[in-house]
């Protein structure tokens, strides 16, 4: 089992920049694919970015991509969301995700994740 923390939310203007990480605690780290999923009011949960066991995989949404950046440090047990470019529609709650997972493929499926954090907010002004 993995405890995942997220934190580096918040407000920002559009065109800025914000970087999230997510602290995890428990199992050995490496065992998990990670991914970050975002929630907008009456939205539901979506894919954002994810990245394999080892790093060396990641895919974006469609909406993120060239303007994200998913990274993970394996020694520190921790996975981060750099958010460059800030819109107003990236305003949402984030969340961290991982998944228990025996291949190093990137996982952009959102009910094959095991465990969740409980999401940090950002919001974006225009």
């Known amino acids: 089992q993995v405890q995942l923390v997220e934190s580096g939310g918040g407000l920002v203007q559009a065109g800025g920049s914000l970087r999230l990480s997510c602290a995890a605690s428990?199992?050995?780290?490496?065992?998990?694919?990670m991914g970050w999923f975002r929630q907008a009011p009456g939205k539901e949960r979506e894919f954002v970015a994810a990245i394999s066991r080892f790093g060396d995989r990641t895919a974006y949404a469609d909406s993120v991509k060239g303007r994200f950046t998913i990274s993970r440090d394996n020694t520190k047990n921790t996975v981060s969301l750099q958010m460059n470019s800030l819109k107003p529609e990236d305003t949402a709650v984030y969340y961290c995700a991982a998944d228990l997972a025996t291949t190093r493929a990137v996982i952009t499926t959102r009910s094959l994740y095991d465990y969740w954090g409980q999401g940090t907010q950002v919001t974006v002004s225009s």
């Open positions: 428990g199992r050995t780290f490496s065992d998990y694919a």
